[in-house]
């Protein structure tokens, strides 16, 4: 399968744990992109990297957030301290990107947290 | 206000009919007019696209874009139980894509 991978699928934690999440982009996906939806929404973006430049970060991205993209490969998302709020799906998108952008991503199946 | 704008479902159809899903956006500056299409645990993805006014079709799937009025549709034709969805209208400037509530489509057999 060559698509986008999300790691793990399903994460159930107490609040004020940490927890990360990490995301395998289509390989050679300079873009990559973290998005998250809650019950009945359409997903709202989070950040993004251009190869290991993260570029934009949503408001929605509190201080307790961290993303990162070494070496422009794989991702990680870590939430610190979690809260019953974070609870959402956690989406991974990449895409490859030249001058002209369509808006075509690609997503994986995404990390569900559960913040109990 | 939402930059995205989607009519709430949800929607139920009986196979073979005409389903039509409607938005609308608030920043002219949208580029890229998307469809998503997203299954249950699943994530989106990209059904069609469009940047401009006027109707491109795929199959049973036509989208249209009104630039004027800010609105765009999806109209499925000849709707399959395989169709059954969540439908997400997204809007595309630069590097973020803006998305709608979903519709979510449930075709009888």
């Known amino acids: 399968d060559t698509g986008v991978s999300q790691d793990p699928r399903h994460k159930i934690t107490k609040r004020g744990q940490n927890v990360t999440f990490r995301c395998d982009p289509i390989?050679?996906?300079?873009?990559l992109y973290w998005y998250r939806q809650t019950l009945g929404q359409g997903p709202e973006f989070l950040t993004y990297?251009?190869?290991?430049?993260?570029?934009?970060k949503s408001r929605l991205l509190s201080d307790r957030f961290s993303a990162e993209r070494p070496k422009g490969s794989f991702s990680t998302l870590e939430i610190q301290r979690t809260e019953q709020g974070d609870s959402a799906m956690y989406l991974c998108?990449?895409?490859?990107?030249?001058?002209?952008?369509?808006?075509?991503?690609?997503f994986g199946e995404g990390s569900r947290l559960t913040v109990l | 206000q939402k930059e995205v704008e989607q009519d709430p479902g949800p929607l139920s159809v009986p196979e073979g009919a005409i389903v039509s899903l409607n938005c609308t956006y608030s920043?002219?500056?949208?580029?890229?007019f998307m469809w998503y299409r997203q299954y249950s645990r699943k994530g989106p993805e990209l059904l069609m696209y469009?940047?401009?006014?006027g109707n491109k079709e795929d199959g049973r799937f036509t989208a249209q874009v009104d630039k004027s009025s800010k609105y765009i549709s999806l109209f499925i034709r000849d709707s399959q139980p395989s169709d059954s969805a969540t439908y997400l209208c997204?809007?595309?400037?630069?590097?973020?894509?803006?998305f709608g509530a979903g519709t979510t489509v449930t075709v009888r057999a």
């Open positions: 990297f251009q190869n290991e430049a993260q570029l934009e």
């Open positions: 998108a990449s895409s490859f990107t030249t001058g002209a952008n369509t808006g075509e991503l690609f």
């Open positions: 920043n002219s500056a949208f580029q890229y």
């Open positions: 390989s050679e996906h300079n873009r």
């Open positions: 997204a809007i595309y400037n630069d590097y973020k894509l803006s």
């Open positions: 469009t940047y401009s006014s």
